[in-house]
């Protein structure tokens, strides 16, 4: 009777040591997993180092997951893997209490790993456009981790967004004046009226010489004039160099090979780009013949192709 009672004590005292320490796995100290941890961040900051292998071993240790999450964190930032630190938005969401916080890690309160998840949701939000979710996080993001939400630039995004909401609200009742006059490089000047003569719109990139985006989307723009012009759309690239305008646009439209597109120049380097609230280039801007504007945006965005739908035009496939 006395070995049952003394048994029983026994088993009762494995089962409350065992649920006291659950990081201990095969005989090894919490201590040891700290060591162990500690290295596996360091591997995870290394680029070229054996991450997977690390990762592996730590499991088979008895890692807690919350631990081995500050690891992938750290490896997706420091190796820029964008699509890698959004795909850990779950497992921030089920994160544990037993995560390291401190000086010197990566994250020094929950508060701030909260503020690092609102982060990741304002670029999930932005993507999705749902402005209305990213501005909440955006909030969010800045109260709980500054850092986080500088380093993701999401105070730019923010504020690229109300400048945009603001000019499209400006733009929605604007009309330009279709007798304005611009040049081309040949020296022929024509009103943007006579212009798009009786195409169904003109579409205007804005670019410069000293725009390396605006250079390397030129292929692109010689394409988009060839299928647009066969739809009844008057496409242009607009140059808004403000000294030597004349022999910087002849200059790379004959080593960009862009005969086949109309050269025109923005009056003093900026006259309707100013009128159209261009604070950014490469810019592309599509009028109807009334002088509605129709698209105010980047030339890769997918609402340029929206736009052009509606007047029954497709654009070409990107190559």
């Known amino acids: 009777m006395k070995h049952s009672k003394a048994r029983r004590a026994t088993l009762v005292f494995l089962f409350t040591l065992t649920a006291l320490v659950p990081c201990v ?17 360091a591997t ?37 893997d964008v699509e890698g630190i959004l795909g850990l938005l779950p ?25 690092f998840a609102d982060t990741l949701r304002c670029v999930v939000a932005y993507r999705e456009e749902d402005m209305e979710r990213f501005e909440r996080f ?7 981790a500054p850092g986080f939400n500088q380093a993701f630039g999401i105070g730019n995004l923010l504020s690229q967004y109300r400048h945009q909401q603001a000019r499209e609200e400006a733009m929605a009742d604007f ?25 169904k719109a003109l579409l ?16 692109s723009l010689r394409e988009k004039s060839a299928a647009l012009s066969e739809q009844g759309i008057f496409v242009a690239g607009v140059n808004t160099d403000e000294s030597e305008q004349l022999e910087k646009a ?3 439209r004959e080593q960009r090979q862009m005969e086949s597109v109309p050269w025109l120049l923005d009056r003093n380097g900026g006259d309707l780009s100013m009128m159209l609230m261009i604070d950014s280039i490469p810019r592309m801007v599509l009028v109807d013949p009334e002088g509605r504007v129709l698209y105010n945006g980047h030339p890769s965005d997918p609402k340029l192709g929206d736009a052009l739908a509606k007047l029954d035009v497709s654009l070409p496939e990107e190559h």
């Open 138 to 144: 955006a909030v969010e993001s800045f109260r709980k």
């Open 44 to 80: 995870a900051r290394d680029e070229s180092a054996d991450y997977a292998s690390a990762v592996e071993e730590a499991r088979e240790a008895g890692m807690s997951s919350s631990w081995l999450l500050e690891a992938d964190i750290v490896r997706a930032l420091s190796t820029g």
């Open 204 to 219: 205007l990139d804005f670019w410069a010489s000293w725009c390396g985006p605006c250079i390397r989307l030129m292929p």
């Open 250 to 252: 002849t200059k790379v």
């Open 91 to 115: 497992r921030l969401d089920a994160v544990g209490d037993d995560f390291r916080y401190g000086v010197g890690r990566e994250f020094i309160s929950a508060q701030q790993l909260s503020g």
């Open 175 to 199: 009309r330009i004046p279709m007798d304005m006059v611009l040049a081309n490089v040949e020296g022929e000047s024509k009103t943007l009226a006579e212009w798009v003569g009786d195409d």
């Open 25 to 41: 796995s095969w005989g090894q100290s919490e201590a040891s997993l700290k060591e162990q941890h500690d290295a596996l961040i």
